[in-house]
């Protein structure tokens, strides 16, 4: 007699789910059988990990501990694959994988699903992950950057396949802006998004820096980087102007120092400091100079 198949997460069978009485034997046999197809337990040494898993990092600590759980409870959340020639390709699930490996397990319970296109992995990764709010912000907005710039996506239709709005997704991807340290701490737990939000206001990399590491050493709250970066910004916006306002006198000296050398046939400089300065006309030769001045008081006409 051939083995029975487990039905990890199905209690008895078909019967724990429909009572036996509403479907004929036949009807009862196929959705049996179906079952029995997408969620089976298998080798895991058959399963290919995801080449686009989202999560970059795994933390030791976390595999163990469910390492210790998976040998006292099992695989309670089975994981999910698509079949590939006669082997697998996990879709989701690949701390479940690592954790039953470190528990000795030899076999997982998997849900098959068809999954045609590339793209299809992530999205279902991420949805996962988005769903048990496991990914760290960067991972996720890595993970929703590929989904746009390898799969052609619009923001528009990623927000509608991961749940989430569009600006939601926006905010994420603007997070990959950040220098790449500053990524990192978010990632790692040092700093909050909104630590990370609040430094995006900053244009410059090296303020975002200064002020992060200020963040670190002193554990800034979010209120107080806000205050920190409204300061920094004002001082910005108030040079800028300033540099704007000696852009525009630097462009005013410089159309008169065009037009007096145009007008006197010479080179001619001015120096210019608080509105008070000096101009400088160059000659070769005093009849170059004798020009110069039958120029300035009219005696050449």
């Known amino acids: 007699m051939s083995e029975k198949k487990k039905n990890f997460g199905l209690g008895k069978g078909l019967s724990s789910l429909i009572p036996s009485d509403i479907l004929d034997d036949d009807v009862k046999v196929r959705m049996q059988n179906y079952l029995n197809e997408i969620f089976q337990e298998v080798e895991i040494s058959q399963i290919q990990f995801n080449p686009y898993q989202p999560r970059k990092q795994f933390e030791d600590k ?26 697998y390709q996990l879709i989701s699930g690949e701390r479940r994988i690592r954790a039953a490996i470190k528990a000795g ?30 990914l760290n912000p960067i991972d996720l907005a890595n993970g929703l950057k590929k989904l746009s710039e390898e799969f052609n996506l619009t923001q528009e239709e990623i927000a509608k396949r991961v749940g989430k709005d569009r600006s939601t997704i926006t905010n994420l991807i ?31 990399d090296n303020l975002i820096k200064q002020v992060w590491k200020k963040i670190l050493s002193e554990n800034l709250s979010v209120r ?4 920190i970066v409204g300061k920094l910004n004002e001082k910005l916006k108030k040079l800028q102007a300033k540099k704007q306002r000696e852009q525009t006198k630097d462009s005013n000296i410089a159309f008169y120092e065009n037009e007096i050398s145009r007008i006197l046939g010479t080179k001619v400089k001015i120096q210019d400091k608080n509105n008070k300065g000096k101009i400088i006309i160059e000659y070769y030769n005093l009849d170059d100079l004798e020009r110069i001045i039958e120029n300035l008081t009219g005696r050449n006409k």
């Not at 998976?70 to 079949?83: E, H, W």
């Not at 590339?118 to 992950?129: P, S």
């Open 62 to 87: 976390n595999i163990e501990e469910l390492a210790e759980s998976i040998k006292i409870n099992g695989v309670i959340q089975p994981i999910t694959l698509r079949k590939i020639g006669n082997n």
């Open 105 to 134: 397990l030899t076999k997982i319970p998997a849900f098959i699903i068809k999954v045609d296109e590339d793209y299809k992995m992530l999205e279902i990764a991420l949805i996962e992950n988005i769903q048990r709010e496991d």
């Open 174 to 204: 603007r997070l990959l802006k950040l220098p790449i340290a500053v990524q990192d701490s978010l990632r790692n737990g040092e700093i909050s998004i909104g630590h990370a939000k609040v430094l995006l206001s900053l244009s410059d």
């Open 224 to 227: 107080q980087t806000e205050k």
